[in-house]
């Protein structure tokens, strides 16, 4: 196969690993655009900029044979591979030919682990060093990779990934029998955070155009942050396995987020007549993710049910105020930016809006908190203004 064929046909295999790798709003984000076949993926930087990545394979080939995976050894299907200098070459014409602005790469496992990041960091190497890639770099770290093998990618990329897909090491025997959780995920997961914490990042020349600011941090280096996945269903672990795992990957090694994929049986693989998990599901999971994550909750306040999973019906915000705010609502011109961030329909940017609006003046009714951005209808079961309560709208249903 021509190499841009293998390229496209790569590309196109990627559908499976999470959307939105960088995008800040889940509803923000665009259907994929498929040039050509190309998975070309929209996504939002942090600092709200809109990009295009490729995302995509170095090759399909893989000796592991993780249960819900369409890329598992034996598995009968058409592989393909490219070399790092081909790959490379490939990617600067399509960004040159103005179709995509950053890289998403990952790769099944071939040759062990530390070789196939050898050759994920050849090809990023390649781009950075060679052809001048300053753009925007998301790179997958593989299973077994060495600590001299991460620190080569966090000096290259924006961002690194390691997938533990199941929250531990007993559910992660149920989808992936030769992937060890404490040794092959979880490790460079810790050795990204030690690094960061104890050796100085580099200044790189591509980190001064990253988002094209010039602020004097860029300028000083930065080292990249840093994400995982999990397959939510897969191994019938609970929302409670998922999101404690989840906290103490926030806490303890500062993950920028953690995304859930919904488990989705693959034919011909061992888990193919195994029910879907529900995408409603993924959402609360992202939902109580954020509220740990931004909003101040600990993962004992999430409204989990007996079986340690969260109501699927309601947002587990909202869930948690009608319990504890219905009958003690918060006083929005008093409360704490805290106390505020509590409130469904406030987060974290409204919160400090209305912290600087009430230093002008009392707020005194929905229309004035419409106009500082937040879903007043929302909130209003679980607020006090000037000590009033607020008129809500019933709900239908
Ligand atoms: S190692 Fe990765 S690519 Fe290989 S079977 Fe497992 S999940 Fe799939």
Redesign the pocket.
Known sequence: MEAINRLKYLSSQMTFEADAEHSVNLSAAEPCLREDDLHIHPAVMPNGRKTRLLKT?LT?A?????Y??????GRDFRRATCKPEEFAKLFMQLHRADLVDGLFI????AGGGIRTQEQLLDTTEILRNKMGFRGYIHLKIM?GAEKGQVLRGMQLADRVSV?L?APNSKRLAQL?P??VFMEELLRPLRWVEEIRRTERPPLQPWRFDYGKEKSSSAQRGRWPSSTTQFVAGGADESDLELLSTTARLYSNLHLARTYFMAFNPVPDTPMENKSPTPALRELRLYQASFLLRDYGFDLEELPFAGEGNLPLPTDPKEAWAEINLTHDPVEVNEASPRQLLRVPGIGPMTANRIVGARRICQIRDLSQLRKLGIAAQRAAPFILLGGKRMATQTRLF
Not at 62 to 66: D, G, H, M
């Open positions: 394979l399909s893989c000796e592991r044979n993780c819900y995976c369409p890329f598992r050894a990952s790769s099944g496992v299973p997938n897909e992936a030769k992937k």
